[in-house]
């Protein structure tokens, strides 16, 4: 299994620009999560996907998108880029059965200039 | 309101005990989480705790939940210098979907 993996790794962008960050896991977990980790702060949720089809908003919305199409993916859209979305971005999964499990991918670091 | 609250910072000599705290404000949790974030690297599960139990040990682990004072704490025995990493402490509940609060991070220092 490869878990959860994202790409890329590394983008850069200016203002204005947009981008699909790409998530996708390969465990069959019905839940999947955008995260974005600020220095000094904890991960704030961004949205989440209970299912295939189904999506709702987390803490902080305001400037992305998600869709889930399928149950492995869940990519993560950056409408219209601003230098307050350079953070880092976790994508994570976790099992309905186990749901106090969550796995993490290991991250995309984007900067907006 | 919802929190979570930890140290940034802790420093040990590497064969000590390490003990990072956390605060929490939501009596309704239900679990309690340890996670580990090396650099440049996911968060990684490191061991949770339901909210009805008080102490939950995993070979150098120990985690103590304080549930009266909403505190929960992460020991590490005989620390190395692997151990080096960034700790978050993290709650969830159940409130019609399943949500995770997640602290600042505490970064663990350890000192050869």
């Known amino acids: 299994n490869a878990g959860v993996t994202q790409t890329p790794k590394f983008q850069v962008l200016k203002t204005g620009q947009s981008m699909t960050l790409q998530c996708a896991q390969d465990?069959?977990?019905?839940?999947m999560s955008w995260y974005r980790q600020d220095p000094g702060m904890g991960l704030r949720l961004i949205h989440y996907s209970v299912g295939a089809g189904i999506t709702d908003q987390g803490e902080v919305p305001n400037g992305y998108n998600v869709s889930r199409s399928t149950t492995e993916d869940f990519p993560l859209r950056l409408l219209s880029a601003a230098p307050s979305q350079t953070s880092v971005y976790f994508c994570?999964?976790?099992?309905?059965?186990?749901?106090?499990?969550?796995?993490f991918g290991p991250g995309t670091r984007l900067t907006v200039l | 309101g919802e929190d979570v609250e930890q140290s940034l910072f802790l420093s040990v000599r590497e064969g000590d005990s390490s003990v990072i705290n956390c605060t929490y404000t939501?009596?309704?949790?239900?679990?309690l989480y340890w996670y580990k974030q090396e650099p440049g690297a996911g968060l990684q599960l490191l061991t949770y705790i339901f909210s009805n139990m008080d102490m939950k040990q995993d070979q150098r682990l120990t985690v103590l939940l304080n549930k009266k004072d909403k505190h929960l704490s992460l020991r590490i025995a005989d620390t190395q210098t692997g151990d080096s990493a960034i700790y978050f402490c993290?709650?969830?509940?159940?409130?019609?979907?399943?949500?995770?609060?997640f602290g600042a991070g505490t970064r663990l220092f350890v000192k050869a």
């Open positions: 993290a709650e969830s509940r159940y409130t019609g979907g399943f949500k995770t609060i």
């Open positions: 994570a999964s976790r099992s309905r059965d186990r749901v106090h499990e969550q796995f």
């Open positions: 939501d009596s309704s949790s239900t679990y």
């Open positions: 465990m069959n977990h019905e839940y």
